[in-house]
T-cell receptor
Framework: EAQVTQNPRYLITVTGKKLTVTCSQN?????MSWYRQDPGLGLRQIYY???????DKGDVPEGYKVSRKEKRNFPLILESPSPNQTSLYFC?????????????FGPGTRLLVL | AQSVTQLGSHVSVSEGALVLLRCNYS??????LFWYVQYPNQGLQLLLK??????LVKGINGFEAEFKKSETSFHLTKPSAHMSDAAEYFC????????????FGTGTLLAVQP
């Protein structure tokens, strides 16, 4: 089944404790991105990747890192999480970085930073 | 810069009634427009998208949307609401070229009353 998977789905952590949220897609998509969803703000892009080893900042990149060493994986790293990073995170992928392409979303990771 | 405005953060309709969710966009270039649906505790699923092929776009689950350039609108409609349509709906825009960043509206939560 073609899908985007994220792990973990739920995570509670404390301020300053490094964490990684994994994202994997099995559709051989070139483009991957991370969004965070906050009430009243919709979804905002954190980082994106056009292809392996090519990543760039989105609209809200502060406090996050990403890497794209393999085409299928695009982990999101919070090196020193803070409470304002409590949010619902979505990974997405699309065949190419073309505006008309449909993005396919993972199930989401709900993060609580205490 | 592109933006999307969704009028009405909460919409309530009776089962069998018309569903109308409003979306207005701002874009300096011809846009690509999307409607996504998010069911409780799930990721985002594409309902339909406009990519300039036809102004009236039909999507899944009986939804459709009409692109009106003169009104900069892309409203989502369904003739008869079902209980299963209760979800949050997001309008989003991208622009052409080698970019795939989705700019989301703040979402509309649709409630369907029996």
């Amino acid at each position: 089944e073609a899908q985007v998977t994220q792990n973990p789905r739920y995570l509670i952590t404390v301020t300053g404790k490094k964490l990684t949220v994994t994202c994997s897609q099995n559709m051989n998509h070139e483009y991957m991105s991370w969004y965070r969803q906050d009430p009243g703000l919709g979804l905002r892009q954190i980082y994106y990747s056009m292809n392996v080893e090519v990543t760039d900042k989105g609209d809200v990149p502060e406090g996050y890192k990403v890497s794209r060493k393999e085409k299928r994986n695009f982990p999101l790293i919070l090196e020193s999480p803070s409470p304002n990073q409590t949010s619902l995170y979505f990974c997405a992928s699309s065949p190419e970085a073309e505006g008309a392409e449909t993005q396919y979303f993972g199930p989401g990771t709900r993060l609580l930073v205490l | 810069a592109q933006s999307v405005t969704q009028l009405g953060s909460h919409v309530s309709v009776s089962e069998g009634a018309l569903v109308l969710l409003r979306c207005n966009y701002s874009s300096s270039v011809p846009p690509y427009l999307f409607w996504y649906v998010q069911y409780p505790n799930q990721g985002l699923q594409l309902l339909l998208k406009y990519t300039s092929a036809a102004t009236l776009v039909k999507g899944i689950n009986g939804f459709e949307a009409e692109f009106k350039k003169s009104e900069t609108s892309f409203h989502l409609t369904k003739p008869s609401a079902h209980m299963s349509d209760a979800a949050e709906y997001f309008c989003a825009v991208t622009r052409g070229g080698a970019t795939n960043k989705l700019i989301f509206g703040t979402g509309t939560l649709l409630a369907v009353q029996p």
